[in-house]
């Protein structure tokens, strides 16, 4: 089954760190970039970053929100992407989305819950 | 960065009418554009590619049209389980990939 399983999301202090995981299974993930899109509670959906494969030197891009803050990897071996999160903010609160990066997203994982609150 | 808008916000639609959504570009985005459909509590679903392409399993009443700056999204006879908010994605210029802020489609 084509699928993607987030994992790792929980509640964190201001100023905490959090990584987040993605398990990919059911197509070639190498062949993949892969983003990360998050939705804070009852608003829209906002890109957070992409990772590009090996053949583009695994290179990332973030939005300006988090430029700095997180950091996005993978582990081809693995079929993993990883997200780490770190100075988290209250605004960063939001369910955090893998999704594989078609230019449009066809495959989206079911979203991991990051509540950032003291 | 393009900036995404959509219209109307919200849009009250009664079961079995004809809804039409509004998308637009702060420059052009060509054809690279897509469509989502996000229920309560679910993920987004694809619904429309390339501006105008249904994805796999989407029914044949959900159209895409546009180019460049102006889309749009018809829905051409609501069924019960089309009530959901609706947003539109460019993925011509990135980064960032940048999402429309959502039209929530409700029960007129």
């Known amino acids: 089954e084509v699928q993607l399983v987030e994992s790792g999301g929980g509640l964190v202090q201001p100023g905490g760190s959090l990584r987040l995981s993605c398990a990919a299974s059911?197509?070639?993930?190498?062949?993949?970039?892969m983003d990360w899109v998050r939705q804070a509670p009852g608003k829209g959906l906002e890109w957070v970053g992409r990772?590009?494969?090996?053949?583009?030197?695994?290179?990332?891009e973030y939005a300006a929100s988090v430029k700095g803050r997180f950091t996005i990897s993978r582990d081809d071996s693995k079929n993993s992407l990883y997200l780490q999160m770190n100075t988290l903010k209250t605004e960063d609160t939001a369910v955090y989305y893998c999704?594989?990066?078609?230019?449009?997203?066809?495959?989206w994982g079911q979203g991991t819950l990051v509540t950032v609150s003291s | 960065e393009i900036v995404m808008t959509q219209s109307p916000a919200t849009l009250s639609v009664s079961p079995g009418e004809r809804a039409t959504l509004s998308c637009r570009a702060s420059?052009?985005?060509?054809?690279?554009l897509a469509w989502y459909q996000q229920k309560p509590g679910q993920t987004p679903r694809l619904l429309i590619y390339?501006?105008?392409t249904r994805a796999t399993g989407v029914p044949a009443r959900f159209s895409g049209s546009g180019s460049g700056t102006e889309f749009t999204l018809t829905i051409s006879s609501l069924q019960s389980e089309d009530f959901a908010v609706y947003y539109c994605?460019?993925?011509?210029?990135?980064?960032?990939?940048?999402f429309g802020p959502g039209t929530k489609v409700d029960i007129k």
């Open positions: 999704a594989r990066d078609d230019g449009y997203y066809v495959l």
């Open positions: 059911g197509f070639t993930f190498s062949d993949h970039y």
């Open positions: 990772t590009r494969i090996k053949a583009d030197t695994y290179t990332t």
């Open positions: 420059q052009s985005v060509s054809s690279n």
């Open positions: 390339g501006a105008s």
């Open positions: 994605q460019q993925y011509n210029n990135w980064p960032p990939i940048t």
